[in-house]
């Protein structure tokens, strides 16, 4: 909204007829500028901006808004305005973030009242604080009203004003040996896969890391290590808790609930995988895309069904790794799947205003290393075109828009996708022991799924069945290399093939010494056999 738009008789009775405390202050001010205007300056300026109204009283027992404000004005608005105008732009804040456009005087019923439109302020310029303290001097907004910023918060601000981001920070004693050699295999693999000639795929794992942002030597200090970037993504998962013990992953499946069920499925740290970023990422990206519909189909190597809705579920999982605050005191990347929506959380607030990302062109990640890592083996998009991305997708899904909030109150952002079901394609959740016999026995009966058409495909196609498997076995090849822990059933899904024919084409590969599975069928995990 332009600037001339938002400040006059008709949006500022709107504004007071909403009465949103987060976004809305007003003060009494007959002949001065309140005192307290400058502490819901730093508040708003670090929070969301707002608006403050001078010359408005509150009455805050009232709870009807149309009853709450009364608009009393003040004698001599031009000796205000020059009165804020001289106290910004000395040393009471240590920055001022407002135009001249932003302070007027607007004239409402007879009276004139001075309008103050504090914007958010730019997260390199945060915090905004007053009177040159800055662990004392800064607030952030909510909808109790303006309040001290604690010592983490602002510790917050002043991590996330650095443009390179945070996660190429040294971490002192932290080296190769707290790598999880079979995490940073596995991206290596998926690396060399995706960029063919690359040349890296021959240098050694330490300097393959250094190439990627994930070790370093710092050259005026001599010391050396992994960044913050190497160690969540491909560290041991001791290492990882021993310095980001504030931290931790969760990811619980809510659908298909029978009886008193909490949930089917969950993954959260059980002493069985290295929780790490990487194998995180790599366990649950299958769980949270498998049943979408149309799921997406390849041609050799090459994707080409990748329905625009699986790449915007990628996008988000992406998202919310990449703009993570991970150094919070109690910080968790929650992904969470509902019958009806799945859910993406991650802790730390935006970086920038959330229009700004709804409409784009804006890519401030907090974590560029991870970012560079996961975009290097095909996820993520670095331009500023992720969100537009997911809201496209579901456009063209006729599903209701993707909902983004800031939640102030438990520094964390929160991304739903809505996800509408129809008869013919439900989806299932991950599959459970108590979902297997649903599925058994639709198997059973082929011609009231999309498996008998597929059946009845393939023996119209019994002269090219060579060719055929040929590509089935690229295409689970494919699969494992991007999701090592992946099942048959979700492969099933994923290529739109019988579980039968998965497993068949699972023993030729066995066979013919390509894959190999590592540990139990519902522990482990499918590994490429590498050539000696």
């Not at 309008?115 to 915090?127: F, G, L, S, T």
Request: some cysteine; aromatic content about 8%.
């Amino acid at each position: 909204m332009k600037q001339e738009e938002r400040m006059n008789k008709a949006s500022i009775k709107a504004a007071l007829l909403k009465g949103e405390k987060v976004t809305l202050e007003c003060k009494r001010a007959r002949n001065e500028v309140p005192k307290s205007v400058w502490e819901t300056y730093s508040a708003f300026a670090n929070t969301i901006g707002g608006l403050i109204l001078l010359g408005v009283d509150e009455d805050l027992k009232e709870k009807n808004s149309k009853k709450r404000y009364q608009i009393l004005g003040v004698e001599d608005p031009q000796k205000i305005v020059t009165d804020f105008w001289n106290t910004i732009n000395s040393d009471k804040v240590n920055q001022n973030i407002l135009n001249n456009s932003d302070v007027e005087i607007v004239s409402i019923d007879g009276m004139q009242i001075v309008c103050i439109h504090v914007p958010q302020a730019d997260w390199r310029m945060k915090p905004i604080y007053l009177n040159g303290n800055v662990y004392k001097g800064t607030f952030r907004r909510n909808h109790e009203g303006d309040y001290h910023c604690t010592e983490r918060q602002v510790k917050s601000m002043i991590r996330d004003s650095f443009e390179d981001g945070n996660d190429g920070l040294l971490m002192e004693h932290f080296g190769m040996d707290d790598i999880d050699p079979d995490s940073l295999r596995r991206y290596r693999t998926l690396f060399q896969y995706r960029n063919e000639g690359h040349v890296w795929n021959e240098i050694d794992d330490k300097s393959f890391l250094k190439n990627l942002g994930g070790y370093i030597v710092d050259r005026a200090s001599g010391k050396e290590g992994l960044t913050m970037a190497g160690l969540l993504m491909f560290g041991k998962g001791l290492s990882v808790r021993e310095r980001f013990d504030n931290f931790r992953m969760d990811y619980i499946d809510f659908c298909n609930l029978i009886g008193e069920e909490r949930y089917s499925d969950r993954l959260t740290y059980d002493g069985r995988w290295e929780n790490n970023l990487y194998q995180f990422f790599s366990r649950v990206i299958p769980k949270v895309t498998f049943d979408l519909p149309r799921p997406f189909r390849m041609e050799g190597i090459q994707r080409i069904d990748d329905t625009p809705q699986h790449k915007a579920v990628r996008e988000a999982f992406t998202n919310a790794i990449i703009h993570s605050d991970f150094a919070m005191d109690a910080g968790i990347l929650r992904i969470e799947k509902h019958d009806e929506k799945l859910v993406f959380r991650n802790p730390g607030l935006l970086r920038v205003p959330i229009e700004q990302i709804y409409e784009g062109g804006v890519s401030y990640a907090r974590n560029p290393k991870i970012q560079n890592m996961l975009r290097m083996v095909g996820y993520g998009e670095n331009l500023g075109s992720g969100f537009p991305l997911i809201l496209e997708a579901w456009k063209q899904a006729g599903w209701a828009l993707p909902e983004l909030k800031n939640k102030i109150d438990l520094d964390e952002v929160e991304l739903t996708l809505p996800v509408q079901r129809d008869e013919d394609n439900t989806l299932k959740g991950t599959l459970k022991s108590s979902q297997k016999s649903t599925l058994k026995s639709m198997q059973k009966k082929p011609e009231n799924t999309r498996e008998s058409t597929q059946k009845s495909t393939l023996k119209s196609s019994q002269k090219s069945s060579q060719k055929s498997s040929q590509k089935s076995m690229q295409k689970i090849i494919e699969l494992i290399i991007t999701s090592p822990y992946i099942t048959l059933s979700e492969m099933a899904t994923f290529l739109g093939m019988t579980r039968r024919g998965v497993d068949k084409n699972i023993q030729k590969l066995k066979e013919q010494g390509i894959i190999q599975r590592v540990g139990s069928d519902k522990g482990g995990h499918w590994e490429i056999i590498e050539e000696k």
